[in-house]
Nanobody, 126 residues
Framework: QLQASGGGLVQAGGSLRLSCVASGRTFSFYAMGWFRQAPGKEREFVAAISWSGSSTYYADSVKGRFTISRDNAKNTVYLQMNSLKPEDTAVYYC?????????????????????WGQGTLVTVSS
């Protein structure tokens, strides 16, 4: 129900925009998050956005370089990634958490998310 896309190979300093399209249900009242997992490492939080778009939250490692946004009319969440570094190389996953009426709710805890996409690979070469 969540389809992530937009990954690819990019040189350090470059940019990519990931998209995550939700299907099968409306995700208007779902907080959305992006996580990533590099080879041999645990999954880590990247960014999250409330269902209203009023709140966002970023990992320190991507703050100032990545921007999360959403278009509820299109059931889509985006992750704009600028100034990419080799250490950003990972499979990126989008996730959705039902946050009900809490319009400013965001979470960095993967266990709180209800749905996960299949992941899209981002490779940053040095």
């Amino acid at each position: 129900q969540l389809q992530a896309s937009g990954g690819g190979l990019v040189q350090a300093g470059g940019s990519l925009r990931l998209s995550c399209v939700a299907s099968g249900r409306t995700f208007s009242f779902y907080a959305m998050g992006w996580f990533r997992q590099a080879p041999g490492k645990e999954r880590e939080f990247v960014a999250a956005i409330s269902w209203s778009g009023s709140s966002t939250y970023y990992a320190d490692s991507v703050k100032g370089r990545f921007t999360i946004s959403r278009d509820n009319a299109k059931n889509t969440v985006y992750l704009q990634m600028n100034s990419l570094k080799p250490e950003d190389t990972a499979v990126y996953y989008c996730a959705a958490e039902n946050s009900g009426l809490r319009s400013d709710y965001v979470s960095r805890m993967p266990d709180r998310y209800d749905y996960w996409g299949q992941g899209t690979l981002v490779t940053v070469s040095s």
